[in-house]
RNA sequence: GGAGAGGUGGCAGAGUGGUCGAUUGCACCUGACUUGAAAUCAGGCGAGCCGCAAGGCUCCGGGGGUUCGAAUCCCUCCCUCUCCGCCA
């Protein structure tokens, strides 16, 4: 159920102590990144919010005390009729300071949520995504230099695997099918990812593919990026534009014990997302679909553990890429293109070599305490009151772009693609051609 | 989708207009007794916000209303259960 908070509980993202009493701190890692915000107007709105709170409060306590003599009282007995005729003007007074308070607080809590994540202080500076840091490269991209290298569009029976003609009838443009052995490769890569992340300690669970409005709230999809989701309208239902939405929302409003932590947990889904706007010319293929199969790997972790836990978090994803003999790179990406939640953030780009490109198939990121706040997601210390926890997500990874850089990388001149080894237990054989 | 019954603290479960933020049981924590444990006894034990503090305020599924006063009455939405209908 959304709990959107009554009076004296608005969730923010980040956290108003922290915003009060360290602005500076606050106004120089916002500055870092590219979002705009007017910090003294939150300030001040929280200021207001106080103000109205601590007049309201007063009014209701002796208006409380009030209530508490005419209980004492005779209900027909002139005292009686005196106190309720002297308290109508009380009671109305209070109402408006409520109102007033109300108000306030949802023009604070408006305010707030403009407010981004704090970089880390290991996270570069820079504006764009060519500042960017490559922080490590894995296998032989030169190896991959051939003669009979193309993009996998280029490869002659690929319309046949993954037939897009056929999605656009069906549904339009980015749903394309995938036809026999190419629907076999697919199954093979969720069943590896999955099986791996079982291994490194990932719980699976298998989430719903539609959400509501709060648990998009929670993960800081909405109101950010209503536009990127589809939405059923009839039920005001949210299709998730990866399974971060519903996998981490399984926690929303509960307090964990800390005897739990470290939760993770994997989980298969397909994503959809509307992609509005960003149909570029180099978007052909699998690199960009409006459906797409991802697995996920979350994390639910102590504060103080949370940046070695982004660590191990991104050399589960790195192992993928490594046991499917992809050649990858790594990026720490920097302040200025990190993401709204995000306290930090690595990119694994896997190479193309038809293409001869980067692509990204995994985002790994620590949200620190951000979608925790917004979420409600705390833990319970030995002795102490209830924390928010630090949570974490990376895919684990997409498929489409891992699928683009198996088929570019492993065409051989013959015009058929040989299977990586990891797959070969569930894809039952090693070549693909149709 | 229709009819009915419900949604109260970690769980169970009282409470139908005022001294109820809420009886009680279980679970849990501390202490006593015990070699130790169990049992028993005593005490403690929800969350959040404002405040230097004392203290105050809010929360009984969500939202709104009636009232001097709402867990309790009304409206609305969501959810759960039972029966019926439909259906992979």
């Not at 305010?111 to 490590?136: F, I, K």
């Not at 991209?141 to 051939?146: D, E, I, R």
């Not at 990406?333 to 780009?349: M, N, R």
């Amino acid at each position: 159920m959304p709990s959107d908070g009554g009076l004296g509980q608005s969730p923010s993202m980040l956290d108003p102590k922290l915003l009060r009493e360290n602005v500076d701190l606050v106004r120089q890692g916002v500055a870092r990144k590219k979002f705009q915000v007017d910090l003294d107007a939150v300030l001040a709105a929280d200021d207001a919010r106080r103000a109205a709170l601590a007049e309201f409060e007063t009014a209701r306590s002796a208006q409380n005390a009030a209530n508490k003599e005419m209980a004492a009282l005779p209900k027909g007995s002139a005292e009686f009729v005196a106190k309720v005729a002297e308290m109508k003007s009380a009671s109305a007074r209070v109402k408006e300071l409520e109102k007033r308070v109300q108000d306030a607080e949802a023009a604070w809590h408006a305010a707030a949520l403009a407010v981004p994540n704090v970089p880390h202080d290991s996270v570069p500076p820079g504006r764009t995504e060519a500042d960017n840091r490559v922080v490590s490269e894995w296998g032989d991209v030169a190896a991959l230099v051939s003669a009979s290298a193309r993009p996998h569009w280029d490869i002659p029976w690929f319309a046949r695997a993954v037939d897009f003609e056929r999605g656009v009838k069906v549904t339009g443009a980015g749903f394309p099918f995938y036809v026999g052995d190419m629907a076999r490769l697919v199954r093979a890569l969720v069943q590896f990812f999955l099986e791996e992340a079982g291994a490194a300690g990932y719980q699976e669970v298998h989430a719903p593919l539609l959400v509501n409005a709060a648990s998009a709230t929670a993960t800081g999809q909405l109101p950010d990026k209503e536009g990127q989701m589809y939405h059923a309208q009839t039920d005001d239902f949210y299709l998730i534009p990866t399974a971060e939405v519903p996998v981490t929302n399984f926690f929303r409003d509960e307090i964990l014990d800390e005897s739990a932590l470290p939760v993770k947990r994997c989980g298969y889904t397909p994503c959809f997302r509307r992609e509005a706007g960003s149909w570029g010319a180099h978007v052909r293929g699998l690199n960009r679909l409006h459906q797409f199969d991802k697995v996920e790997l979350v994390k639910w972790v102590r504060p103080s553990e949370s940046f070695d836990e982004l660590e191990s978090l991104r050399g589960d994803a790195e192992r993928l890429l490594q046991k499917l003999n992809l050649p990858y790179r790594v990026l720490l990406i920097c302040a200025g293109d990190i993401g709204f939640a995000h306290s930090k953030q690595y990119d694994l780009e896997v190479w193309a070599g038809g293409q001869k490109r980067w692509l990204e198939v995994s985002s790994c990121s620590n949200f620190t305490d951000f979608q925790a706040r917004r979420a409600g997601i705390r833990f319970r210390p030995k002795d102490g009151k209830p924390e928010h926890v630090h949570t974490l997500n990376g895919s684990g990874l997409g498929l489409p772009r891992v699928l683009a850089a198996i088929l570019e990388n492993n065409l051989g001149p013959d015009g058929v693609v040989r299977v990586p080894e990891a797959l070969r237990r569930w894809y039952g054989k090693d070549t693909i051609a149709l």
